[in-house]
């Protein structure tokens, strides 16, 4: 009887702390904070001139850990796939109770640069289907002069953001 008792008031009080998150905005909250420590903290965590993604991928997970967060329970990586139109789609970064995907891209030339603009279009097409917020961060390596003009269309997409952090 106690067994059950516990259960129910274990999945009542789930209940309830979904339906507070989402009436308070818990994920949108958390959605910006985490945008606000990348932004602010990415430069200082890639310490040499990240010759692939997955240097800048290995900084952004070492503040996400430095953080608090736990690898498989608020975030997952290389997670989530996301099939359109034929075409499968991984993430590089998931958090799963923001509704979050988070992809990392790399400029280091201007035609890496157009590649990358075709890149996040199809990404922000593909991964709106499963999340409900997308982050880009874009690590600029001196290619990006304008970068409110090189947000602003990306960002006309509902619950996508664009972060650039210039090395």
Known sequence: VQKELFELAYSNTALLKSLLEG?????????????????????????????????????????????????????????????????????????PRLKLSLEVKLSKSVDKLKAIVDETNADIR??????????????DLGTIRDEAEFKR?????????VLVVKH
Not at 29 to 50: C, H, Q, S, W, Y
Not at 126 to 135: C, F, L, P, S, V
Not at 153 to 161: I, M, N, R, T
Request: no cysteine; aromatic share 10%; charged share 30%.
């Open 23 to 95: 009436e308070i905005g818990y994920a949108e909250d958390e959605t910006r904070n985490l945008m606000d420590f990348i932004k602010g903290n990415l430069r200082r965590a890639v310490f040499a001139v990240p010759e692939k993604e997955v240097d800048v991928q290995n900084g952004i997970e070492a503040l996400i850990v430095g953080r608090g967060m736990a690898k498989g329970t608020d975030y997952d990586r290389e997670t989530g796939r996301v099939k359109t139109s034929g075409k499968e789609s991984v993430p590089d970064f998931i958090f």
């Open 126 to 139: 593909a991964y709106g289907t499963k999340y409900e917020r997308q982050i880009y961060v874009i690590y």
């Open 153 to 161: 269309d990306l960002e006309a997409a509902p619950g996508v953001s």
